[in-house]
């Protein structure tokens, strides 16, 4: 099997690079990444020999087209996909996701390659707090900020081009993912890098928002489970019922690392912070045989802090810039 998978240096792309040598040894396996500020080829230094690495953007359509008529599957993952930046500046946003989906999948058409769309449950929305309700593969898409938009564009288009073009085709839509190699930007390694630099974590508002967690090997091992039983033309909701608040996360972490569970700030508010994702994974389990196996949460947020112990060399060179992008727009309030 020849894959193309695109944005493989960043964090669940390099997880599903490493997960996809050690469950199949025999994939053959090229990697397309532009190396912006999110993908590093040292998240895939332990494989470096295994695969063939171009440094490229997807938005490049000789490039794109070269790289497609020479696969015999396309896993696209590179997007921008950090809502805070999406917010400070749109534009990167719809070129990448929007136009560079679009450039895969005029590749795909042209050299009739099966293509999986990595996708987002943002593109649902929020949920009240107190709504028992979960999002669905029929749920009405209605997303909040610049990034989900820009998902739900390209998750349209791709729709757009199974029916019209009749490219084979299948969308995966997944809730928050955690596990090594995952920029500190994002919530749960900025709150563990904090921790073991002596910096009080941050909370957006009251801290009463909702995510709900998975692991990303049990994202990864899903998409390798729609790629090769999912129905074509059909999109899949992975989640692996792991809702927590907050504020409940950052007083695990702190805890899990010998802190004081109160030792944090609140800060001002993300604009259009949505309170709360959940994710309704039945139709993959029932049609497609799919479960989750980090069923604990607090056991697989000890292996990422351990992870991010014994990784510093990885992530010290990205904490301090991110950090002064934060300084920019946070202001403690609590
Ligand atoms: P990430 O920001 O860690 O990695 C993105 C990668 O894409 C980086 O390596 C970057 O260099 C590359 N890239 C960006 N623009 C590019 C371009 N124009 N051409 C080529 N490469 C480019 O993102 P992630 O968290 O690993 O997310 C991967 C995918 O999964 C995204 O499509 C995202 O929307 C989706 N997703 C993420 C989560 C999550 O919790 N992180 C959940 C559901 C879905
Ligand atoms: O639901 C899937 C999405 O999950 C993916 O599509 C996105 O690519 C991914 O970034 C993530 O989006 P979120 O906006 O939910 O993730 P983030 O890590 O930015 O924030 C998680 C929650 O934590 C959110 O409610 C905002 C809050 N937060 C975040 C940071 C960085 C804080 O309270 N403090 C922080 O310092």
Redo the contacts with the bound molecule.
């Keep these: 099997m020849r894959m193309l998978v ?9 997880n599903f690079v490493h997960r996809t040598l050690a469950t199949r040894p025999d994939a053959r396996i090229t990697v ?9 080829r040292a ?1 895939l230094a332990p494989v470096a020999d295994r695969i063939t690495f171009v440094h ?4 490049d359509a000789d490039l794109v087209n070269r790289l497609v008529a020479e696969t015999d599957l396309v896993v ?7 809502n805070d930046n999406s917010l400070a500046d749109p534009w ?1 946003f719809v ?3 929007v136009v ?1 989906t679009t450039t895969l999948l005029q590749a795909v058409r042209t050299h009739d390659v099966r293509y999986h769309h ?5 593109v649902y929305g929020d949920l009240e707090l107190d709504d028992p309700a979960r999002f669905t593969e029929t749920t009405p898409y209605n997303p909040s900020s610049p ?1 989900s938009s820009t ?1 739900a564009s390209s998750d349209l288009l791709v729709r757009a081009w199974a029916r019209s073009f009749g490219i084979r085709a299948t969308i995966s ?6 596990g090594p ?3 500190v930007e ?1 919530f749960i390694p900025r709150q563990i890098t904090n921790v073991l630099t002596g910096v009080r974590p941050r909370l957006y508002g009251t801290g009463a928002n909702v995510r709900d967690w998975i692991h990303v090997d049990d ?1 990864n091992d899903a998409v390798w489970t729609i790629v090769e039983r999912g129905e074509l033309g059909q999109t899949y909701l ?1 989640g692996a019922d792991g809702e927590a608040n907050n504020r409940t996360v950052v007083e695990t972490i702190l805890e899990l690392c010998g802190k004081d569970p109160n030792d944090f700030d609140f800060v001002t508010d993300r604009p259009g912070h949505d309170l709360r994702y959940a994710i309704d994974s039945t139709r993959l389990r029932t049609e497609l045989g799919w479960t989750p196996t980090y069923s604990d949460f607090r056991a697989g947020l000890t292996a990422t802090i351990d992870w991010y112990r014994t990784n510093e060399n990885w992530w010290r060179p990205q904490k301090d810039a991110t950090e002064a992008v934060y300084a920019g727009t946070e202001r403690v309030t609590g």
């Design positions: 695109t944005g493989g240096a960043g964090f669940i792309g390099a397309l990444d532009a190396l912006t500020y999110a993908g590093t998240s490229g953007d997807i938005c696209h993952f590179a997007a921008e996909s950090h990167p070129r990448t996701n560079g990595i996708s987002t449950d943002e990034y998902k839509n997944c809730s928050n993912n955690y190699y995952q920029h994002k994202h992975i």
